[in-house]
């Protein structure tokens, strides 16, 4: 029998569960393992996420899903096990990247647009019957004084609610991520501008959504915080929680089950630290979680190092980091167990 997206979307944000985004594209994955100096291949980026995937203890306690790219979701673990079953033994659901990235959007300079709606509905079948049950698609937003442009949200708006409706016939559950860009021109966009940029986003976002007769019970929502550009970084962890909250509940409607944050670039401890202000202190209507990439994995990448002697380390690093938002997802993450760590 196959399961209700509806309880599928549950399944992926609550019991102080969240999702793990290792869907790095090939280029992406190369990105960071340069930073390591690790040379991409197949093979090294399968002991990478396999190094991940079997961490039993995160995978088991804190992980409900993990959002896969497509090399990944047919890919086997060394001992020929599909990654898949290895998602599944832990008990959580796999997911995958569909689409195709953020493109320059023609005469808007400086914006994009998110490509791969063509063909979508036969690679959602075909990704379907290799076990992703949710898919992601990334609308990114720039963010300056003048920028975003209407035409550009809504391009974007347009794309993500045309993928959701194709994923919600194909029985995926959609996520919904609309970045806002943390760091605009010149990177020094303070609060106020970010919670601007952000309310329009979304409200433009769910217009789209209800035009294209979306199930808002049935998809998540992956929304970047209201945060202050990186060089500038001044608001305190409250503010950035409170004007989070502030600007979610004026346009997120309560009959979407969750919220999974993309950490966007902040530091781990960052991005836990106002996932646990946002869960505590405030009435909420939705689940509010994790889909962190980089805030899960950036220790555990630097731990592993590319060595087979250090599986176990990055796997105590990994198991930390989702654990700490595992906690923040509750509410109840304090910076000294950080330290006592
Ligand atoms: P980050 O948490 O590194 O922003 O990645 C999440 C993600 O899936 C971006 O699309």
New binding site residues.
């Given amino acids: 029998m196959s399961e209700r997206i509806e309880d599928i979307a549950i399944k992926m944000v609550s019991g102080g569960k969240g999702l793990l ?1 290792a ?2 594209s090939t280029a992406t994955i190369k990105k960071r393992f340069d930073a390591i100096n690790l040379v991409s291949t197949e093979e090294s980026r399968r002991d990478y996420r396999e190094m991940l995937f079997r961490s039993e203890d995160a995978m088991k306690k804190y992980i409900s899903g993990v ?1 896969l790219y497509d090399e990944t979701l047919f890919q086997k673990a060394a001992d020929g096990t599909p990654f898949v079953d290895v998602i599944r033994a832990a008990g959580g659901i796999p997911g995958i ?1 569909v689409d195709l990235g953020a493109k320059p959007m023609a005469l808007f300079p400086g914006e994009t647009v998110t490509e791969g709606l063509d063909g979508l509905a036969d690679r959602l079948a075909k990704y379907y019957d290799a076990g992703a049950r949710f898919a ?1 698609w ?1 609308g990114v937003i720039a963010i300056s004084d003048t920028l975003p442009s209407y035409g550009s949200i809504k391009a974007n708006a347009h794309a993500l609610a045309r993928y959701a409706a194709l994923c919600q016939e194909a029985k995926i559950v959609p996520i919904v ?1 609309p ?1 806002v860009l943390m760091d605009g021109v010149p990177g020094t966009q303070d609060l106020a501008r970010s919670e601007e940029v952000t309310r329009w986003t979304l409200q433009i976002i769910f217009e789209a959504l209800n035009e294209e007769r979306i199930n808002l019970e049935g998809m998540i929502l ?1 929304p ?1 915080m209201v945060i202050d550009g990186k060089k500038l970084r001044k608001a305190s962890v409250e503010q950035v929680a409170e004007r989070t909250v502030k600007v979610l509940k004026e346009t997120v409607p309560s009959a979407v089950p969750g919220i999974a ?6 530091s781990t401890e960052e ?1 836990t630290a106002h996932l646990s202000a946002i869960n505590s202190g405030y009435d909420l209507p939705w689940h509010v979680t ?8 950036d220790s555990a990448l630097k731990a592993w190092n590319g060595k087979k002697e250090n599986v176990a380390a990055g796997q105590r690093e990994f198991s930390h980091r989702a654990e700490m938002n595992s906690l923040a997802a509750k509410g109840s993450w304090k910076k000294e167990l950080e330290k006592a760590a």
Avoid: N, P, T, V
């Avoid at 994790?290 to 805030?295: C, E, I, V, W």
């Fill in positions: 985004a869907d790095e959002i990247k992601k990334r991520e970045e992956k970047s944050f993309l950490s966007g670039g902040q991005a994790f889909s962190y990439g980089r805030a899960l994995q």
